[in-house]
Nanobody
Framework: QVELAESGGGLVLAGGSLRLSCAVSDRHFSNSAIGWFRQAPGKEREFVGAISWSGGATSYVESVRGRFTISRDNAKNTVYLQMNGLKAEDTAVYYC????????????????????WGQGTQVTVTS
C-alpha cells in the first residue's frame, strides 16, 4: 500500500513559478518510482515527468522539458515538481502516482504502470 497526497497547486500568472509536493507514504518499503501526470478539462490524463525511486533518473514530456524539475527529498518522503516559466497551457489538475517495486533507475512513463494515485491538485495559469 502506497498513499500519496499532492499539495501546492493554485493560481499563478503566466511566467511565474509554482512548486507541487507529493507526500509519499510507503509503509512496506516498496521502492516506488514517482510520476507526475496532468489532466485538463476534456482531455486525457497525460504524462508530465517521473523520477526513479533512487532519484538518479528523471524523464519529462517535451512540452515541459527545461521548465519543470522533479526531485526527491528522502528525509521527508516527498517528491517535488518545480514548475518555472508557467504557461496557460499548463493549466490542469496535477496528479502524482507511484509504481512500487520499481527498478533503481527505471522511470515509468505509462499510466498503466502506476498502481497508486493521489487526489490531484489544481494548477491554473492566467495571462
Amino acid at each position: 500500500q502506497v498513499e500519496l497526497a499532492e499539495s501546492g497547486g493554485g493560481l499563478v500568472l503566466a511566467g511565474g513559478s509554482l512548486r507541487l509536493s507529493c507526500a509519499v507514504s510507503d509503509r512496506h518499503f516498496s521502492n516506488s518510482a514517482i510520476g507526475w501526470f496532468r489532466q485538463a478539462p476534456g482531455k486525457e490524463r497525460e504524462f508530465v515527468g517521473a523520477i526513479s525511486w533512487s532519484g538518479g533518473a528523471t524523464s519529462y514530456v517535451e512540452s515541459v522539458r527545461g521548465r519543470f524539475t522533479i526531485s526527491r527529498d528522502n528525509a521527508k518522503n516527498t517528491v517535488y515538481l518545480q514548475m518555472n516559466g508557467l504557461k496557460a497551457e499548463d493549466t490542469a489538475v496535477y496528479y502524482c502516482a507511484a509504481k512500487p517495486y520499481s527498478g533503481y533507475y527505471y522511470v515509468p512513463q505509462r499510466r498503466s504502470e502506476y498502481g497508486y494515485w493521489g487526489q490531484g491538485t489544481q494548477v491554473t495559469v492566467t495571462s
